[in-house]
């Protein structure tokens, strides 16, 4: 049994909590004084509940868990445990572990899910702060294992499970203890990739989310999202240019010397499936399709963090390669006007990963390096 903090009460978060308690740790769960609800609800309820069925389908690992502590004080938090989940949209990982860091010490584990390069922007939070030398672990999952939502304040439904966990470990010490620690408190393997930048890249989120919902934001908008996203959203064309976005990230990967799984590849792989093609994997899925769930407006996270703290990042890397990826540009400054935005200097950026600055051959030791 372990003691595990999860930072981060939305789907994701309230999900590793539930599951990681299922498993018999011992779990405190935390969010910022502003974000409340459903810390309240988890203490009024002593716990966590996972609905057996949910719009007539049966959903995953239902029942209730106990949750030691759930808790809008950090301190509490993180004296709690030395691992710390943060289940939080890339834009709050900045905010969240500057609250954390006056508790920081050596030996203590961050995982971030997703990462989206947040263990690089953290790291260089640190070197800027004057910290450099504590002996912290950041490690970076492509995503979530789950497939999930809340439902209500401390119930949630799980629709799946990956077969398996990606990540990248920077190890302060052991990698293969810091692996071991992780794999008790984790319902899935992981698998460990070379580093942050692959993780980062490898995210399945990339392909789908961002591009899928730029080009149907009039539906979305129009009938808010009162349909299933995964399977309403994609066409044969829509599914073409997908396809096409995905081999600039390839290109960006094979540039940087980092060798990826296509989407559809990794596809089948986290869900054990064997589609022929991406829109037969959206259009079929059983575990994307239990539920009618969509973005909404322009303002899902969708756009504000798989372009801003995904594109953005391929796209610069691309920059300094010297590649031309236009479908993964276009991308970005639709959304940009889609929110008044800028995400080409609002999003995550070389300069806040620690890359500002370099050259192609300085980025590519750079990331061997890490």
């Known amino acids: 049994m372990?003691?595990?903090?999860?930072?981060?009460?939305?789907?994701?978060?309230?999900?590793?909590?539930?599951?990681?308690?299922?498993?018999?740790?011992?779990?405190?769960?935390?969010?910022?004084?502003?974000?409340?609800?459903?810390?309240?609800?988890?203490?009024?309820?002593?716990?966590?509940?996972?609905?057996?069925?949910?719009?007539?389908?049966?959903?995953?690992?239902?029942?209730?868990s106990n949750i030691a502590l759930a808790t809008t004080d950090i301190k509490e938090a993180m004296e709690f445990a030395n691992i710390f989940v943060m289940v939080c949209p890339s834009f709050a990982q900045e905010p969240l572990f500057r609250s954390m860091m006056p508790y920081l010490k050596d030996n203590q584990t961050v995982l971030l899910m997703p990462g989206n390069y947040g263990g690089l922007v953290l790291k260089n939070i640190l070197k800027k702060e004057g910290k450099q030398d504590l002996k912290i672990t950041f490690a970076d999952a492509i995503s979530i294992p789950w497939a999930c939502r809340i439902v209500s304040p401390g119930v949630i439904t799980i629709m799946g499970l990956k077969e398996f966990l990606p990540m990248s470990i920077?190890?302060?010490?052991?990698?293969?203890?810091?692996?071991?620690?992780?794999?008790?408190?984790?319902?899935?393997?992981?698998?460990?990739?070379?580093?942050?930048?692959?993780?980062?890249?490898e995210n399945i989120n990339f392909g789908g989310h961002p591009l899928l919902t730029t080009?149907?934001?009039?539906?979305?908008?129009?009938?808010?999202?009162?349909?299933?996203?995964?399977?309403?959203?994609?066409?044969?064309?829509?599914?073409?240019?997908?396809?096409?976005?995905?081999?600039?990230?390839?290109?960006?990967?094979?540039?940087?010397?980092?060798?990826?799984r296509t989407e559809l590849e990794a596809m089948n792989?986290?869900?054990?499936?064997?589609?022929?093609t991406v829109y037969d994997f959206n259009r079929a899925s059983t575990t994307h399709g239990k539920i009618n769930n969509s973005p909404n407006s322009s303002k899902a996270r969708y756009i504000t963090e798989d372009v801003a703290y995904l594109l953005v990042p391929c796209y610069e890397f691309a920059t300094v390669c010297g590649l031309k990826v236009p479908i993964v540009e276009s991308c970005i400054h639709i959304?940009?006007?889609?929110?008044?935005?800028?995400?080409?200097?609002?999003?995550?950026?070389?300069?806040?990963?620690?890359?500002?600055?370099?050259?192609?051959?300085?980025?590519?030791?750079?990331?061997?390096?890490?």
């Open 335 to 370: 959304a940009s006007a889609y929110n008044d935005d800028d995400y080409f200097k609002t999003g995550r950026t070389l300069e806040q990963m620690g890359f500002g600055g370099m050259t192609k051959e300085q980025l590519v030791e750079a990331i061997k390096a890490l």
């Open 269 to 276: 792989a986290l869900y054990a499936s064997d589609y022929e």
């Open 170 to 201: 920077m190890a302060q010490g052991d990698t293969g203890v810091i692996v071991k620690e992780l794999q008790d408190i984790l319902p899935i393997p992981i698998e460990v990739l070379p580093n942050a930048v692959a993780a980062g890249l």
């Open 215 to 260: 080009l149907n934001m009039g539906i979305l908008e129009n009938f808010h999202g009162e349909f299933n996203y995964y399977k309403d959203c994609c066409s044969t064309a829509t599914a073409k240019a997908a396809a096409r976005m995905d081999k600039e990230r390839l290109s960006v990967g094979a540039a940087l010397g980092i060798k990826l």
């Open 2 to 64: 372990s003691k595990v903090t999860v930072i981060g009460a939305g789907n994701g978060g309230v999900t590793a909590a539930y599951h990681f308690a299922k498993l018999g740790h011992d779990v405190c769960i935390y969010d910022d004084p502003k974000f409340a609800v459903q810390i309240k609800a988890i203490q009024e309820k002593g716990g966590i509940e996972a609905l057996a069925e949910e719009h007539g389908c049966q959903m995953c690992f239902p029942g209730f």
